[in-house]
DNA sequence: CACAAAAACAGAATTGACTCAATTTTAGAA
DNA sequence: TTCTAAAATTGAGTCAATTCTGTTTTTGTG
């Protein structure tokens, strides 16, 4: 299965992974050019579109990467939550809005959101609702956690509290890509505001 | 002020928004061409471009529409709220809800939302911005005045709940555009879910 | 009524994402 | 090794949004 022509593909994505991360920084989306990217790739526009259905989708792996690392580095916290609802919260919270500008400029992270709603069937549509769903299933599986060692009362609808500080949380940081002036601290203290009339109701 | 170029202008933003509104329903946005645009609206190419920034900002005069008149709708729910706070944000939210798709398909919404977030600083980024706000503020207004009728505790931190409120029932919203076949009884049924846990933090 | 400046219009030209038919490369059978 | 079919690559061509430049219309003044 690792033949010469399994090796040359896995080596054109990356290449063109690489070209297009590169002057998505440098250029912005709209100004990073497919022939630019894929002069950069050395590889011709017609590879690239062999490789990605569009634009949008190679921004999409990058989107996917991304937020892959921030599952992970959720799951830590799940495992091991602080010792008290709102603390717990934000520290997983803090995780994904930390992470969130490593590899993605907000202007990336508006066009990904644009696209995934704009066409939300393309394959990177799809990846990117799942991409929240899951994101949306690690809160709920904290605060299922929290349940367990009784910081949050048994009797609360956790997967409708989980959905309503993720969806919360994503509204807020779509607020806070779309204005470039917006900073981190700013957006975790006015989450955490928010945060704090739930906790205040699902806490023990 | 009224003299021909007044009149002739305001006939022309007028005959371009309705042919516009006309082929968005018909063909969907994309595949409303701005050239059959500009022939059913009986002027050129150039002259679209000198009434509207871009293709977007037309959906976005729209769009506009249709939000001013869900908050119209919305203000006689605040001056006269439902007599318990789960009915009075259902009555709300359900006037924004059922109203949204009278002018507007799913699909022009998803355009809507993806333009919003792309190009936040172009006309329509920064309307579509604006009727959030205003969205945000009527709620909020509606949980200031349940305050006032006792029916929300008075220590509850208001703005918070109202953001709180409007962030998770617009992310629905979001979610439920994305896919076609979403239903809105669903959809306000989700939201009631959600919003249980709230009434029951906030209520007296 | 003429006329000059300002405003608005028209549509051809430009630009850039995406397609597709022709060509090249690879895999694997004989 | 040689050959053939399948897979992949290529880049010129297509299509539609947007720009640009010359032309026309409107306004206000003498």
């Given at each position: 299965m690792s033949g010469l022509r399994e090796r040359q593909k896995a080596d054109r994505h990356r290449r063109i992974i690489e070209a297009a991360a590169a002057l998505f920084r440098e250029a912005g989306y709209e100004g990073a050019k497919i022939e630019a990217i894929a002069t950069q790739a050395e590889v011709s526009i017609g590879t690239i579109y062999n490789y990605y259905q569009n634009k949008g989708d190679i921004l999409g792996a990058i989107v996917s990467m991304e937020v892959n690392e921030v599952l992970n580095a959720g799951r830590g916290v799940v495992a091991n939550p602080p010792a008290n609802v709102g603390d717990a919260l934000d520290t997983l919270i803090g995780i994904y809005i930390e992470h969130s500008l490593h590899y993605l400029s907000k202007e990336m992270w508006r066009q990904a959101m644009a696209i995934s709603t704009q066409l939300p069937d393309s394959p990177f549509g799809q990846a990117y609702t799942a991409l929240d769903r899951a994101l949306t299933e690690q809160i709920r599986a904290l605060i299922a956690r929290l349940q367990e060692i009784r910081?949050?009362?048994?009797?609360?609808d956790g997967p409708a509290v989980g959905e309503l500080i993720f969806n919360n949380m994503n509204m807020m940081f779509i607020e806070f890509v779309k204005?470039?002036?917006?900073?981190i601290p700013d957006l975790r203290a006015a989450i955490r505001r928010q945060n704090r009339i739930l906790v205040g109701a699902i806490g023990t």
């Open positions: 910081l949050v009362r048994a009797d609360i204005r470039d002036e917006a900073k």
